[in-house]
């Protein structure tokens, strides 16, 4: 029986890496910019705040990432051939390969918002998705020069845009704000992406990939800080909390319209939704069916409590312990994902069906797309 298990399992393993292997991506892209939050943070966070945050946690390099392992956008650099992203905050770094400005923390919408509107819980960090095209305006007087040139060069580059909005709704639900209130933010988060893309076409971009939300009701910490005693709260097929779903799913509606109008104004170029919402479903609805053992609401690095996650023993702090199983479980710390499912999803995105059109088939010339 056990090494049946053991004999499928393997082959198991060699079937889908058949699948996804294949056929390597052509070497297409000559460089890859990132902005975002810290789903896609290859380093900015810690490098910005070293020596000035008390209980900053260690990152043994070079993953200065909140997971056990590599990111969705590490494994689109290698897919595509690249080198894995450098922090932008990494000054005197050549970027001619590629450039990632995002960082742990970061919204879509200003500092100034939240402050205007009373968001008490907002950190100063400062590093919005506007701060982030600042730093990209630096960034490109060190990778080309004259304008012809540049378009030239990101005209080629693969641009990855999000996510955004998850920090933005989350500072509201901790400033105490309704459901309702939370919806109006939604409109105005996805404009502001809107204006950050077009941004990008204006520079030369023409293939921009843009992630959605994650279903912010299924993740440990809002679990842990929104318990509900009335079990309709709950979706009875994942034991997520619905009412921080359901944001997120307006958002990914709203900014899936916003992207295909976008697109009919910029035939050229090429704009891809791609979806962490619905496989991250798919894993707290069938854990087992994608080798989570111990589940999708449970983080393996955490300070105990029904979740793991536990605010004042978070992962990195005295308290916290690590699981022995990362890859049998979809949450890392409570708030991000383990290597595993970021490696699951990330394929999903290139290959299908979790991004349209696949990332694939925008570098190959053979394949015709709609
Ligand atoms: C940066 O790297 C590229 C190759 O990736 C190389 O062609 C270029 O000369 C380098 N620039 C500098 C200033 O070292
Ligand atoms: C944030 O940084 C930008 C430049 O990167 C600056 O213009 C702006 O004033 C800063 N905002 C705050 C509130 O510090
Ligand atoms: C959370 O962590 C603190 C500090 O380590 C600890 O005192 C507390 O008991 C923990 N709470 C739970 C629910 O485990």
């Not at 540049?150 to 998850?166: I, N, Q």
């Not at 502001?192 to 843009?210: C, K, N, P, Q, T």
């Amino acid at each position: 029986m056990e090494r049946g298990g053991v004999v499928w399992g393997l082959m198991w393993w060699w079937m889908v890496a058949v699948v996804v292997t294949a056929e390597p991506l052509p070497r297409y892209y000559n460089a890859i910019f990132s902005f975002g939050d810290s789903f896609s943070d290859t380093g900015n966070f810690v490098i910005i705040n070293s020596g000035k945050l008390p209980n900053m946690p260690k990152f043994p390099p070079p993953y200065a990432r909140c997971s056990n392992g590599r990111l969705v956008i590490d494994f689109l650099a290698e897919a595509f051939g690249l080198p894995l992203l450098a922090p932008s905050a990494n000054t005197g770094t050549n970027f001619s390969q590629g450039a990632n400005f995002a960082v742990m923390g970061a919204t879509a919408l200003d500092l100034q918002y939240f402050k205007d509107n009373n968001v008490w819980s907002i950190p100063p960090f400062n590093t919005s998705m506007n701060v982030q095209l600042g730093w990209f305006d630096q960034v490109k007087q060190t990778v080309c020069s004259s304008p012809q040139e540049c378009r030239e060069f990101f005209g080629k580059a693969l641009f990855v845009f999000g996510e955004f909005g998850g920090n933005d709704y989350s500072f509201a639900w901790k400033a105490e704000w309704s459901l309702e209130k939370v919806k109006t933010m939604v409109p105005k988060v996805v404009a502001s992406m809107i204006g950050g893309i077009e941004r990008l076409l204006d520079e030369g971009a023409r293939h921009v990939v843009v992630p959605g939300n994650l279903p912010a009701g299924c993740i440990p910490i809002t679990l842990t800080m929104y318990p509900s005693d009335d079990r309709a709260d709950y979706d009875p097929r994942t034991g997520c909390l619905k009412k921080y779903n359901n944001v997120a799913l307006y958002h990914n509606a709203i900014l899936r319209i916003a992207l295909d109008q976008l697109q009919r104004r910029r035939p050229d170029s090429r704009i891809v939704y791609a979806d962490y919402y619905t496989p991250y479903i798919q894993f707290a609805r069938t854990p087992h069916l994608y080798g989570y053992k111990r589940g999708a609401l449970r983080a393996c690095c955490g300070g105990g409590g029904p979740y793991n996650y536990n605010m004042s023993a978070s992962c990195g702090l005295p308290g916290a312990t690590t699981c022995d199983d990362p890859d049998a479980h979809v949450s890392w710390d409570g708030i991000h994902l383990t290597e595993a499912p970021y490696r699951f999803i990330a394929n999903t995105w290139l290959r299908g069906p979790y991004a349209h059109p696949p990332l694939a088939a925008l570098v190959r010339d053979d394949v015709v797309v709609y």
